[in-house]
């Protein structure tokens, strides 16, 4: 990592407040040139809080983009951080009719050209392609990290038309925790206590909203590009990571925007901008690849940004499994269009008997972390315990041939016969080593269910042959000779998908079920990118615990009971000492309970504490809360608790139980 500190232009920040229509005021900061030309604006708009919870990651890039002739902004959400108004729903019409107000308000500004471009990773890069659907005028450019264009099937709530038990649940719950944070009274003044007080009575867990809509209704179509990419008239630049779970968006968005405005990234990476410099590496120079995208958008500049290839993307050499690289071997390659020429679909038909598959509810444990943010436990370990729970199909690589390099989605016909009307099928895809080692090189689910699409629950045919057909998240992998492909398949897959309630399995017809492949024939492509680079750091501090720190993973086997607990922590950030004097504290557990016979028996709960310190205003507040799901046949049963607390006397509590129908879920 390359820290700058020179610069072409000399740079200033302020904090502002930026008023909306209805009269309320957005918290910003602002780093700008120092000159008196008018230039273009950068827009990163999110919940997270700019002046504490990204703040470090906010240093890293904003300074950097000023240093080069930007004013570059970052915006906290109407109910969040240091803004004005009462919390939402994610992305819903309110935040992005702010957001499009913040777009123009910018341009308006005269140290502004008139031409905006947003950013953003995970949130902040949802709500760049939602807003860009939007078409505000002055917005030109986009760059979109880490994000979809699908909020129903390609986000943190369904998979394949299943409710995601792990990261509906978590995020629900780590949103819940994020929106009952204060204000702070070092930026805000006096007021702090009655906006907090006034957010708290509006705050509703995101749990009842998202588990009230199993199926893909209006709901999720709201704020999805994919329903009308032409909508879209903003240049795009899409950047995903082969650990992140949102990189097919990338695949999606140069496949269906003109050529003439969007360019794709995929790397090896985590739910991490690329520079940042987390596992899995190689990082690359990404502020100065997004740079050359404004430049070009922004300011008219002749470089060949555009003449760069529609897709460059990594392909990992084969691996042995492990839960953290600290780089993975591979390359880069480069394709012209999407589908690429270079990619040819290829079939391999499995063969057999039929077979019977009905997995233990505990499969899935060895699944790792849903976002991989780049800690020592994230990835999936060696799959042979998940295999043995599963139907496996395994094609050999012939020892003295080529290997196989595949590049896209691998899609998965199967043909079932359902023992219920209920349940689900996960198809993984292994890369089996001479040593019988098995690495995870990407799945799929699908809600039976959802066979016929995802806005409709038809239940299974019992006793008859269905064909089911599911597309695997992409990848870029090559199988050496002398390995073997493995595709197994299971009937569970917990805690990333929540049982159903019969989860009695299907029996699998070899005969009719084949796996597809892209395979993609080997180039020698010159893909080149910097080395990372950013501004220097905000100077946080990160105190030392004498603690012992817990496991990020933990999995506790109930031989008795048949039981199974697998424990996470998030590993957020612990304490942080601002520079302003501000101090951190957040902590997280999430636990997943499950009996191995007794898809029922399903629990989730997360824990969150956060506390906000600062010594020399004696402001010293806590927030505290509890998040649970559980089920029976009919329902899910949620329950969630929130408790504030200023110095150390509570100050509100409240808690929420609600029975949501079981429609697909």
């Known amino acids: 990592m390359h820290i700058r500190t020179d610069f072409p232009y000399e740079t200033r920040h302020e904090d502002v407040r930026i008023p909306l229509p209805d009269g309320t005021q957005l918290y910003a900061r602002v780093w700008r040139p120092l000159t008196d030309e008018p230039v273009p604006a950068l827009l990163e708009y999110l919940p997270y809080r700019l002046t504490d919870w990204t703040a470090p990651r906010d240093w890293q890039r904003h300074p950097w983009y000023a240093g080069h002739g930007y004013a570059s902004v970052r915006v906290d959400v109407r109910g969040h951080g240091n803004s004005e108004g009462l919390p939402g729903d994610e992305y819903d019409a309110t935040e992005l009719a702010d957001g499009v107000a913040v777009v123009e308000w910018l341009a308006a500004q005269p140290w502004c ?26 917005l030109r450019a986009v760059v979109t990290v880490c994000s979809t264009d699908d909020r129903y099937d390609n986000d943190v709530h369904y998979m394949g038309g299943s409710v995601l038990a792990v990261d509906m649940h978590a995020w629900a719950a780590t949103m819940l ?6 204000p702070d009274p070092r930026y805000v003044g006096e007021e702090w206590r009655e906006l907090w007080l006034k957010r708290l009575e509006a705050v509703e867990p995101f749990i009842h909203t998202w588990l009230a809509h199993q199926t893909r209704d209006a709901y999720w179509k709201h704020g999805s590009v994919c329903e009308d990419y032409s909508a879209v008239k903003a240049a795009v630049l899409a950047v995903g990571g082969w650990h992140d779970p949102y990189r097919d968006t990338v695949l999606r968005l140069v496949e269906h925007l003109p050529q003439d405005r969007v360019r794709g990234i995929i790397g090896p990476w985590s739910h991490q901008y690329p520079d940042r410099g987390l596992p899995p590496g190689p990082a690359i120079g990404f502020l100065q690849e997004t740079l050359r995208w404004w430049d070009h958008h922004l300011k008219g500049v002749e470089n060949d940004v555009m003449a760069e290839p529609l897709l460059r993307s990594w392909i990992s050499d084969s691996h042995p499994p492990a839960t953290v690289y600290e780089e993975l071997p591979g390359r880069w390659v480069a394709d012209p269009d999407w589908p690429s020429p270079h990619v040819t679909p290829v079939t391999y038909a499995f063969g057999g008997e039929p077979v019977a598959v009905a997995s233990p509810q505990q499969t899935g444990l060895d699944a790792g972390r849903f976002f991989p943010f780049g800690n020592d436990a994230d990835l999936p370990p060696d799959q042979r315990t998940e295999d043995a729970h599963s139907a496996c199909f395994d094609f050999p ?102 049982p159903q309630p019969d989860a009695a399995g299907f029996t699998l017809d070899p005969a009719g079920s084949a796996l597809t492949l892209p395979v993609r024939a080997r180039t020698e492509d010159a893909v080149e990118f910097g080395e990372p680079e950013q501004s220097e750091p905000l100077g946080v501090a990160y105190p030392r615990t004498l603690e012992e720190p817990r496991p990020e993973r933990l999995v506790v086997r109930d031989v008795a009971k048949g039981e199974w607990r697998l424990e996470v922590d998030p590993r957020y950030g612990g304490t942080r000492v601002y520079p302003d004097g501000l101090e951190f504290t957040e902590d997280a557990l999430e636990t997943y309970t499950i009996a191995e016979a007794d898809p029922l028996s399903a629990r989730t709960r997360s824990d969150w504490s956060i506390r906000l310190h600062r010594p020399e205003m004696a402001w010293d507040v806590s927030i505290e809360t509890r998040s649970e799901i559980r089920c029976d046949a009919d329902s899910f049963l949620t329950s969630n608790e929130v408790v504030c607390k200023e110095g150390g006397e509570v100050v509100f509590h409240r808690t929420w139980e609600r029975a949501i129908p079981r429609t697909a879920g």
Not at 114 to 138: C, D, R, T, Y
Not at 471 to 482: M, V, W
Request: charged content about 20%; glycine content about 12%.
């Open 397 to 498: 690589v012939p020892l003295g041939g080529e290997p196989i390099e595949i590049l896209g989605r691998p899609s998965v016909r199967l043909r079932l016969r359902a023992a219920a009307p209920t349940g689900q099928v996960v198809a993984r895809l292994c890369d089996i080593a001479p040593d019988g080692s098995s690495t995870l090189v990407t799945r799929g689910a699908l809600n039976l269910s959802a066979r016929y699409g995802r806005d409709r629950a038809v239940e299974a045919q019992l006793d008859e042959w269905e064909t089911y057909e599911l597309e695997l998240n992409g990848i870029g992998h090559t199988f050496p000779p002398g390995h073997r492909v493995r595709l197994a398949v299971s009937s569970a897959y917990w805690p990333w998908i929540w």
């Open 113 to 138: 050209s008139g031409k905006v471009g947003m950013f953003g990773i995970s949130w902040g890069g949802f709500n760049s392609l939602q807003i860009a659907a939007l078409a505000p005028e002055p």
């Open 177 to 182: 925790a994020f929106v009952s944070r204060p």
